[in-house]
């Protein structure tokens, strides 16, 4: 049974870089087959998808943050990463990681971590 | 983007109650359409791939039809553990996009 677990700090100041890590575990990280997505839920409001990456380090992100959104991968460790710079208010919210899997010709996302939420205050 | 529109956004129902759950899209997405639950403070979960499959080990009273720009999730006769936020969303084309969510209380 594959097993997301997000981790980082949960209080980020404006105008600093969040950073959150997800260790995936019951399968490799490197096997390919699927994308390796960061999404968030803003409190009171919707999903939003932030982007995601490919076992080759591939990524692709949402057009309305590509500019402050880094998502890198170790396949050593069986981790995925978010970095997303210059935070504000707005970027409060709780972060999930989920897979992709590209076998399913319509990609859903079939296994989410259990989220982890982030502050963004002073 | 796709815009993503779910209705209604809440809806009180009853155990055994039948209800329907619906989600337009702003353009054609063929079947393109998954449908996840998400209990109160835990993460989404994955009911209804590809419009109308149902993901393995989810009830057989959950169900999915539509295609191109109208799609429905019906719970056919409701259990207390479905009592929870329902969100669609599109992988047609990145960015993904998800519904508003409707949520369902008991009445």
């Known amino acids: 049974q594959v097993q997301l677990q997000e981790s980082g700090p949960g209080l980020v100041k404006p105008s600093q870089t969040l950073s959150l890590t997800c260790t995936v575990s019951g399968g490799s990280i490197s096997s390919g087959g699927y994308y390796w997505s960061w999404i968030r839920h803003h409190p009171g409001k919707g999903l939003e998808w932030i982007g995601y990456i490919y076992s080759t380090g591939s990524t692709y992100y949402n057009p309305s943050l590509k500019s402050r959104v880094t998502i890198s991968i170790d396949k050593s460790k069986d981790q995925f990463s978010l970095q997303l710079s210059s935070v504000t208010a707005a970027d409060t919210a709780v972060y999930y990681c989920a897979r992709v899997a590209l076998v399913v010709a319509t990609r859903p996302f079939d296994y989410w971590g259990q989220g982890t939420l982030v502050t963004v205050s002073s | 983007d796709i815009q993503m529109t779910q209705s209604p956004s809440s809806l009180s129902a009853s155990v055994g109650d039948r209800v329907t759950i619906t989600c337009r899209t702003s353009q054609s997405i063929s079947t393109y359409l998954h449908w996840y639950q998400q209990e109160s403070g835990k993460a989404p979960k994955l009911l209804i791939y590809?419009?109308?499959r149902l993901q393995g080990g989810v009830p057989s009273r959950f169900s999915g039809s539509g295609s191109d720009t109208e799609f429905t999730l019906t719970i056919s006769t409701l259990q207390p553990e479905d009592f929870a936020t329902y969100y669609c969303q599109q992988s047609y084309s990145t960015p993904y996009t998800f519904g508003q969510g409707t949520k369902l209380e008991i009445k």
């Open positions: 590809a419009a109308s």
